[in-house]
């Protein structure tokens, strides 16, 4: 190695031992000094993400309270017509029930009243009589087996009069059981069907929270629950309007069948004494051809 590449290596060391210890001075904190923490970025704005806000709107729909009136304004609109229309069947049934029970109450009091009239008669004649313009069933069974008897007069079968007499009594029987059971039809219809409404309206009214709750992409009780509080109001309101309809219709079964004993007891009634005005005339009829 030549004096001068001697002298080059000398300096660059001399160089690297200089320079080095200032660098390090300048990148390391003095002691004692503490440098300051780095700020944490400040956060942009936080804005709403899609599907924050859409959950955010269906909790602005969500009632104030749950009431059963409030559930029905934010209900469907097709759950409200399920509603209404099982409302209706409600008045319907209550309807009926007052109307029912005011006729066979009257209807069996007449029919009682009636019966202990007639049970002082020995003829038809007195019967009818003694009944006046009274206007019940006992009167229609009198007129009609005086009317036979006058229409049979010009012949001696008893047994053909009062075979006819029942046929007519038979006619009056089926037309009061008729009566006696006007409206309970429509009793079973409604007891049968109104849950069956109202689980359909249930089911419309689950489907459209499932619905919503798959838009809102949330399942928050607040969000889900006012939908299906909606959807199963309709149910109780069909078991609102079947029970009661179920029962007045086994209540006025059992009121209607008493009501028909009643009414067959007067056709007995009434029986017995054309029996006895025919073995009169029978038995007058004899003596005269004795004579």
């Known amino acids: 190695m030549t004096k001068f590449q001697f002298r080059a290596v000398l300096l660059i060391a001399l160089a690297f031992a200089v320079l080095a210890p200032a660098a390090h001075a300048q990148t390391a904190p003095a002691p004692g000094v503490t440098l300051p923490a780095a700020s944490a970025p400040t956060p942009a704005a936080q804005t709403p993400t899609a599907p924050e806000a859409a959950r955010e709107l269906p909790a602005a729909r969500v009632p104030r309270d749950l009431s059963p009136w409030s559930m029905f304004l934010s209900a469907d609109i097709l759950v409200k017509a399920v509603m209404v229309s099982l409302a209706f069947a409600s008045l319907v049934t209550w309807t009926i029930f007052l109307g029912k029970t005011l006729q066979l109450f009257l209807a069996r009091r007449r029919v009682n009243a009636a019966l202990a009239t007639i049970a002082k008669a020995r003829t038809l004649a007195e019967a009818q009589l003694a ?19 006058r229409m049979s007069s010009d012949t001696l079968a008893e047994a053909g009069i009062k075979e006819r007499a029942e046929s007519r009594f038979a006619e009056i029987i089926r ?63 069909g078991l609102v309007a079947a029970i009661p309809a179920v029962i007045f219709y086994n ?28 073995d009169r005339a029978n038995g007058s009829m004899l003596s005269r051809a004795a004579e």
């Not at 009944?131 to 008897?149: C, Q």
């Not at 009501?259 to 005005?277: P, Q, T």
Request: hydrophobic residues 50%.
């Open 175 to 237: 037309a009061e059981q008729r009566v006696a059971r006007t409206g309970m039809g429509l009793l079973a219809t409604i007891g049968s069907t109104s849950p069956f409404v109202g689980l359909f309206g249930t089911v419309w009214g689950i489907m459209n929270s499932f619905i919503g709750i798959s838009k809102a992409q949330t399942t928050n009780l607040a969000v889900v629950a006012p939908g299906i509080a909606e959807a199963l109001l309709a149910t109780a309101i």
């Open 131 to 149: 009944l006046g313009k009274s206007r019940n069933v006992v009167a229609t069974l009198l007129a009609a087996a005086i009317a036979e008897v």
């Open 251 to 278: 209540h006025f079964a059992r009121g209607s069948r008493s009501y028909l004993e009643l009414v067959a007891r007067a056709s007995g009634a009434v029986s017995r004494l054309l029996s006895r005005d025919l």
